[in-house]
């Protein structure tokens, strides 16, 4: 585990965190700035009032101040203190009303007394405000204050986009989200994974091309799609939704929509080989951006690893989800499984035997090990007799390794040797989205 | 559990109990009669001597009287008692004889002292009498009269039928027994449960076509079959052979010979979701009449919901399988499922999105719950979602319930709401049966 | 349990051990000229320098004398003593040299003491000998002289063949070694059992044709199939390495690549049914010449029963792989189950019903147990009626029997019955092959 990329992704976290995020806004375009640092996002704009599908983009939302006060002046709810205060989309009010009349416009968790619940309104005109239950309940009766200094007016929705090109123009996508407030594990662990993946895919030439998409949720990835979904259905090997990588909990592994793509495959592989605490959901237990990505017409092969899972963990959408509740470590080991999964699928690939049958004679070509004690060879030997026993052109590499126990790495190690030996080569198209699609 | 339904099972079973039945004869058309009363069934006749497939419908046989009497001219065996007392298709005698010759004629069950046996010999010619161990072992020597005042003549075999009609010409199928004498759950059960199903059926419009048969057992089966196979191989799309419903055992659900039908989903489905207590058998521990129903050539879906199975429990073919041994709550509670189970075909459609991609805005339909704890409608847009999720043409709504683990009847409710909010659209075809023929 | 065939094999195995086998040379032709006696092998020749697929046929070795000296002229090791202490393929020398150049060509097991190892070295020229680590520890410093008078130079590879037709060209294929010097389990086993398994299938007339392969490991098996692939890719329905058949451990059934060929199921049928103690283990497990028969371009249905199974025992390759190690016992429990297995194979056929629908009337034919207690016709109906139930075209008797839990030899006596009775009819391809294909 790189401690250096944990401590470096916590840290842009915490320079992400205060920002007011929401579906549109400065907010966002606040944050991609930052996350430009990391990796060269380009940063597009969706008009409000666009159709997207069933959908259309909303109003921008813009504050610059809301708060409630008291009789005597004093802000007793202050969104520039926590922009979880205010209900997302609230629109413009300034009025003074009974507590009675306020309530009904406050929002807080009997059961986490301690918490501010995170709320939007996106397409219901309205506004709120989110505090405390024992903020709540010390408020005392009289006459408050409501001054919300918002608009909600045509304007863009933002979401950046990184293509990274590959050798071939079959994709990997990546997609999280940069629509929550200050939340950390649902949401700033996502889109801050998402910018160190880019950077680690933009160190070296990759095989594939990478579509890394930063989108406010459900209607950002809509919009998305509906700019894209044409080239993305036709090239897309594998995809992940990217979000949630920085709570405490164990894996999980929430499976694509088919459940056996290679984006599934290639992440079971990693997780089983990385000895990494995990479960395995299927599809029904969707509830990110998947939905949309994986949906009937749409269809792309996107699972999505995560940590604490949302719904999940009792700080999911309140305040309690900050910065403590996500760690360097925690965000380093999503990122090197990512990276790990990543890896796996650049060096899987399909072979055929150039061989007319029967096993090559590696002992003359020198694979073989000869008398005594070479362990290391005879590993080594596993794995070419291994992948020779199924280089029929219908087993992938990540097929082959998951049968044997063996790693992706080292199976694709021993291929490559055997390639440059003239013993195998790779079939016509080898990314083994066909043998998912044939079985 | 409906108890007066249970209650009215278990009357009318208690009218037919002393009827002596057999593959043919007075008392099947005298316990048809009794059952036109539930539903109006339409009896039919097959004369002797007509081919069927491999077998020959046989003589009709009609009893008068049938008694061993001893020497004082008392009758220790007695027909008119209990009709189980003659081995049923015994041809006529009348003779004296040692209690050494009768004895070649008795039958009895020495594990079972205080149990006449139920007997029957219809294919070949022979005479005999049943009776309890305990009345055989108080047999005194001496010479006895034996008189059986039977025909064996050509006549006819009766079965009923009773078609509803349905929207569609598809048609779902229901079979049962109505050869036993006095036995109860094996089988009073299966035409009474059977005759309430009609009724439960002919009170609303149905969207398939229902066809029910109250057939004698293997003959009757095959001879309904000889008649009508073309048909029901072409539009039955599930169906269940109905016996054995009212002992006191947990539920056994018997698959159809291939295992997935949309009987045998529908079944699985609605017994998880009951959470009774059941097993699955595969189609090797077949018995009944599905052998003829799924047999090679025949091939229909026919599954059989049972509570205590024949073979199974130590009163099956006995006297002891009375009117005491199945309840009006167990009979009930077998009625309750199979309309569960009949609800949820009707229920089952597949449909396809109409939307491009994407899922529906929701929130602007109303269907999504706004601020705050709605959790009933919650509830709902996981329904509405999870139905939008797999909108695909190719999954029916059993498949999608049984997934999310929901009830078919709520995943019904919901997809009619998105049916009429134009969000999707039924499958040309979509009884769940081509699913089953594609995997 | 045969104990006279288990003494015979023993016997028979005890005459072969002391002689030095090897890839190539006169102890293979004297040992398969010793299981000429068992069945009528025609041994074949392969010149020395023949192009095999990838492989070269090696030059033929033969050792005359082959020892180590020490300064008294006392043998301290001696090829005579035991063939085992002599490297494989070792090349001539005649030379005095200090113990510390001669501990570079010594081979022992430090953790075994009183193992002498089995190496060889067949590609790289070298010689060596083998000796147990408490002779090794003993050898004192000074002069050595070492002999080895052998020969590498241009001969035969020798391998034999049988063929036994059947009345079908379809073949069953059973593959052994007889490289391998004085070592029981691997592997004097496999071809004294593949011996004993040719006399059983001469006794009488066979449904298939069995070809039974005596060849040096790896490229024995290379040369066989380079002379022979063509006709058994065409040809083979099912075939087993036979190895390893003679230790004390329980069983295990290595299965073919495909994993589910004919071979497999009539095995794991056989191995359910006989009770005994196994695992399963599939291909990945693989390490003899089902490596060459079951390769990509290749691909026959090959799988291998065996009891102490290669790397798995610590005897395994040493001096400690005795006469001892194998059981007259052991010996005979593998041929039984070979013999269970190919009987399985050879009853083994698929039928259709001649019915055109429902269950064939088995009382008119005498086929039903009549009134009372005939038990054991009750369990041949069962067997007819399961037979009939899935007399498709598409089930054949191994699965219907696995299905049912019966044997197929119970199983292929009844479907003998209802051949006869006109009442079935064999399929036109009915070898189980296709079923396995089609799947």
């Known amino acids: 585990m790189d401690s250096n990329?944990?401590?470096?992704?916590?840290?842009?976290?915490?320079?992400?965190?205060?920002?007011?995020?929401?579906?549109?806004?400065?907010?966002?375009?606040?944050?991609?700035?930052?996350?430009?640092?990391?990796?060269?996002?380009?940063?597009h704009e969706v008009p409000s009032g666009t159709r997207c599908f069933d959908w259309t983009v909303p109003d921008e939302w813009s504050v610059r101040e809301a708060y409630v006060a008291d009789s005597s002046g004093r802000k007793v709810i202050d969104f520039a203190e926590n922009n979880l205060h205010l209900v997302g989309y609230s629109e413009p009010i300034e009025a003074e009303m009974d507590l009675e009349d306020l309530q009904v416009h406050l929002h807080s968790i009997p059961d986490q007394?301690?918490?501010?619940?995170?709320?939007?309104?996106?397409?219901?005109?309205?506004?709120?405000?989110?505090?405390?239950?024992?903020?709540?309940?010390?408020?005392v009766p009289g006459t408050y204050r409501v001054k919300?200094?918002?608009?909600?007016?045509?304007?863009?929705?933002?979401?950046?986009?990184?293509?990274?090109?590959?050798?071939?123009?079959?994709?990997?996508?990546?997609?999280?989200?940069i629509c929550h407030p200050s939340m950390a594990n649902n949401e700033l662990s996502g889109p801050v994974t998402c910018a160190f993946l880019a950077r680690h895919l933009l160190e070296k030439p990759c095989r594939y091309t990478y579509r890394i998409a930063f989108v406010p949720e459900t209607i950002g990835a809509i919009a998305y799609l509906s700019r894209n979904v044409e080239r993305?259905?036709?090239?897309?090997?594998?995809?992940?939704?990217?979000?949630?990588?920085?709570?405490?909990?164990?894996?999980?592994?929430?499976?694509?929509?088919?459940?056996?793509?290679?984006?599934?495959?290639?992440?079971?592989?990693?997780?089983?080989?990385?000895?990494?605490?995990?479960?395995?959901?299927?599809?029904?237990?969707?509830?990110?951006?998947?939905?949309?990505?994986?949906?009937?017409?749409?269809g792309l092969p996107v699972g999505s690893l995560m940590r604490s899972k949302y719904h999940e963990y009792p700080q999911y959408h309140t305040s309690l989800d900050d910065l403590d509740f996500v760690t360097a470590?925690?965000?380093?080991?999503?990122?090197?499984?990512?990276?790990?999964?990543?890896?796996?699928?650049e060096a899987n690939r399909t072979y055929h035997t150039t061989l007319d049958g029967c096993e090559p004679n590696l002992g003359r070509r020198g694979f073989y090990p000869t008398l005594g004690g070479q362990s290391h060879k005879a590993?080594?030997?596993?794995?070419?007799?291994?992948?020779?026993?199924?280089?029929?052109?219908?087993?992938?590499?990540?097929?082959?390794?998951?049968?044997?126990?063996?790693?992706?790495?080292?199976?694709?190690?021993?291929?490559?040797?055997?390639?440059?030996?003239?013993?195998?080569?790779?079939?016509?198209?080898?990314?083994?989205?066909?043998?998912?699609?044939?079985?």
Chains 1, 2, 3 share one sequence.
Not at 121 to 139: E, I, M, V
Not at 157 to 172: K, W
Not at 330 to 345: E, F, R, T, W
Request: include cysteine.
């Open 113 to 139: 007394p301690g918490a501010i619940p995170y709320r939007t309104s996106y397409y219901d005109r309205t506004w709120g405000f989110c505090l405390c239950q024992k903020d709540r309940d010390a408020l």
């Open 379 to 439: 590993a080594d030997t596993r794995l070419y007799r291994g992948i020779m026993a199924y280089a029929d052109g219908d087993h992938d590499l990540i097929g082959i390794a998951t049968r044997h126990g063996w790693s992706i790495t080292d199976a694709a190690r021993a291929a490559q040797t055997l390639v440059e030996a003239g013993l195998i080569k790779e079939a016509a198209r080898s990314t083994g989205k066909e043998e998912t699609l044939r079985k």
């Open 329 to 345: 470590e925690q965000l380093a080991s999503s990122y090197a499984l990512y990276c790990s999964i990543l890896d796996g699928i």
């Open 232 to 298: 993305m259905k036709a090239r897309t090997i594998a995809g992940y939704q990217v979000v949630c990588t920085g709570g405490p909990d164990d894996f999980t592994y929430l499976e694509s929509r088919q459940g056996d793509t290679l984006a599934d495959r290639a992440a079971r592989h990693v997780l089983t080989q990385s000895g990494a605490a995990h479960r395995l959901l299927d599809y029904t237990h969707r509830a990110s951006d998947e939905r949309q990505y994986c949906s009937p017409r749409i």
């Open 5 to 43: 990329i944990g401590t470096a992704m916590h840290a842009l976290m915490e320079e992400l965190f205060p920002i007011c995020r929401s579906l549109t806004g400065s907010g966002v375009r606040e944050s991609l700035e930052i996350l430009k640092r990391i990796a060269p996002l380009e940063i």
């Open 148 to 177: 919300i200094d918002s608009t909600l007016a045509p304007g863009v929705l933002n979401y950046a986009e990184l293509i990274i090109p590959g050798e071939q123009e079959d994709e990997v996508f990546l997609a999280t989200n």
